[in-house]
């Protein structure tokens, strides 16, 4: 399998891309055709556990990894998810289920992906002969940057440093990275915003002059965001995961569609429903549920991208982006994979702030696609009606989401004729992770300090507290620095020599 630059400049084995991170020219590895997962296929994952699955799907996008290392690799990762399962699929009412994917070692979602790219990442530098030390580089809006730190732990010839915005992530975010163990590890945080850090990152691997200045240092860059493909693949499992768990419990037939709501920020987690749909998944409609930063409502909706306008904190801070890398993926295969017009946009948007599809674009993503957003208020309206109803809590990310779902549902029963289909919620955290906001969300109550939040939603819904939230309590912060979006590169190169 081979992974191809959406702006046309590389061509490259899977392990290659999973290296690089991000393509030379600026662009990101997308594959450069899309394995297809027939029926059979399907059949055969039914009786399977999830890291089974995930070998399975993921040999067939990194066939040029061993099947028996990446199966074990597979069980490894998934075996530190508190319950043995990784993605749980969960029945609220009928038609309507949660797919939980918080139950890894840092509670949200981003785990999928972190606990197995170390694996990808040290087997492919072994199949390309690189020895060289590997520096990730990591823009963090929140859950990522711990859940890297975490996969990358002591790894053996790999460094890990996390840039995150500085007030842009909850308090329990912070301390789950600033009381990060490891020696090969460093966290900072930056003046501004999630896309501040994005920028500065980026900036990075796009310079030639930086690249050189750590290849001197003996030094190779590689990414754990979502713009490295051996992040982003292993999502695309848990899609298959879930649609077959429908099958096997009876909730659906074969070849039924279901429909898939999404909290969404950087688009990765969606466009990976979306890759899974390219490879056979009778994927319905992908729902792409915002906060109050809607520039992916508003470019589903209408068609232009636009980056011009207010930037908003809000209680969902993971999804506090305005730039959104994956969305670039999505751009390349509605213009039929052209990747000058692919490079255009992407330049017009640095450029100018903003980029317009065509018409016959808008109307290939509006098939595939729904958007809305949810304000602060509708979003705590959301999770206090959910649990009151149903008696299940949620993260705030989730609570956006639900309340774009339970929206989308009552418009659908409204359009005559109109096919429901089943709604799988994508839960992408745990609601301990930003105690403050759910304690508030459920009770119209403020808790300032975070573990007493955890505490008291603890008393309320009774639902286990994650050991791995219970053991930073007392644990202390190493990680204290601020520095401003200028000095990032800086950074990093001094981490380097530490």
């Known amino acids: 399998m081979e992974y191809v630059s959406t702006r046309g400049g590389e061509r490259v084995t899977g392990a290659r891309a999973v290296v690089q991170g991000i393509a030379s020219d600026g662009g990101l590895f997308v594959p450069a055709s899309f394995p297809q997962i027939s029926r059979a296929d399907c059949e055969g994952m039914l009786g399977m556990d999830y890291a089974e699955r995930a070998a399975f799907l993921l040999g067939k996008l990194f066939d040029e990894y061993n099947a028996e290392e990446l199966l074990a690799a597979c069980k490894a990762a998934y075996a530190r998810f508190e319950g043995g399962d990784a993605a749980p699929l969960v029945k609220v009412e009928n038609g309507m289920y949660m797919l939980e994917l918080f139950h890894g070692p840092t509670c949200a979602f981003k785990d999928i992906a972190l606990t197995l790219l170390p694996f990808l990442l040290r087997k492919g530098c072994d199949m390309l002969g690189i020895h060289e030390t590997v520096l990730i580089l990591v823009a963090t809006s929140g859950d990522t940057g711990k859940a890297a730190l975490e996969g990358f732990q002591d790894a053996e010839g790999v460094k890990i440093i996390v840039f995150y915005p500085d007030d842009g992530v909850s308090k329990m975010q912070k301390l789950q990275m600033g009381t990060q163990d490891g020696a090969n590890v460093d966290v900072v945080a930056v003046k501004g915003n999630f896309d501040d850090c994005q920028a500065a990152v980026k900036r990075i691997f796009a310079s030639e002059e930086y690249r050189e200045k750590f290849r001197e240092k003996h030094v190779i860059l590689s990414s754990a965001n979502s713009i490295n493909i051996g992040r982003f693949a292993p999502q695309i499992v848990y899609y298959f995961s ?58 589903i909706k209408k068609g232009t991208y636009d980056i011009r306008r207010p930037f908003y904190k809000t209680m969902s801070p993971s999804m506090d982006i305005i730039v959104s890398s994956n969305l670039e993926r999505l751009i390349f295969e509605v213009s039929g994979r052209d990747a000058a017009l692919t490079r255009e946009r992407m330049q017009s ?43 299940y809590a949620m993260d705030t990310h989730t609570g956006v989401a639900m309340s774009i779902a339970l929206r989308y549902e009552e418009k659908k029963k409204k359009e005559p004729g109109a096919k429901l289909n089943p709604l799988v919620v994508l839960a992408t955290a745990s609601p301990y992770k930003f105690p403050q906001a759910v304690y508030y969300a459920l009770t119209g109550n403020d808790v300032k300090d975070s573990f007493k939040g955890v505490k008291r939603i603890n008393l309320i819904t009774a639902m286990k507290v994650p050991e791995s939230l219970k053991a930073i309590r007392y644990k202390p912060v190493r990680f204290k620095d601020v520095i401003s979006p200028d000095k990032v590169a800086e950074r990093a190169l001094a981490f380097v020599d530490m």
Request: with cysteine.
């Open 242 to 299: 879930a649609y077959l768990d429908l099958i096997s419990s009876g909730q659906i037939k074969w070849d039924s569609e279901v429909d898939f709501v999404v909290p969404t920020g950087n688009f990765g987690n969606i466009l990976a429903g979306y890759y899974a749909k390219k490879m056979g998944l009778p994927v319905g409609k992908l729902i792409c549920a915002s906060n109050r930063n809607n520039v992916l409502t508003d470019f």
């Open 349 to 391: 948007l640095a450029e100018t702030g903003r980029y317009s599809v065509r018409p016959e674009e808008l109307k290939a993503i509006r098939e595939q696609f729904a958007a809305g957003y949810a304000s602060e208020d509708e979003t705590v309206d959301a999770i206090y009606e959910f649990f009151t109803e149903y008696g």
